[in-house]
């Protein structure tokens, strides 16, 4: 038997826990029913959802705003730098450190 655990904030799981709760099951529960269909069916609730032009672009900005934050916890960037991007942008001696390049990041 293999265990999977997953972090999630308090209130998220209060609020999942009693969703589930309605239809008579608990939240580990659930997981287990998800991850043998996907398993099962071989597809995920998921597939094909990031895959329009404007899901892919969400997806690199939220990549890039993730990283931005990754870099600041860091303390690569200090917190109240102003981006001279639109979005956020990492400067290229951040991204390095990171061992990212701008292509990664949508830049």
Known sequence: MALIQVTVDDEIK???DAAFARNGITTPMAMR???TQVANEN???FDNVF???TSVALAEDVRRDMLYAEAQELGLIP???VSVC?????PDDVLEDLGL?????GQ
């Open 43 to 45: 597809r995920t609730p």
């Open 86 to 90: 639109d979005s956020y942008c990492i």
């Open 79 to 81: 917190d109240d730098a």
């Open 101 to 105: 390049s701008a292509f990664e990041v």
């Open 14 to 16: 209060r609020k999942a």
């Open 51 to 53: 895959f329009s032009p």
């Open 33 to 35: 029913m998800m991850v």
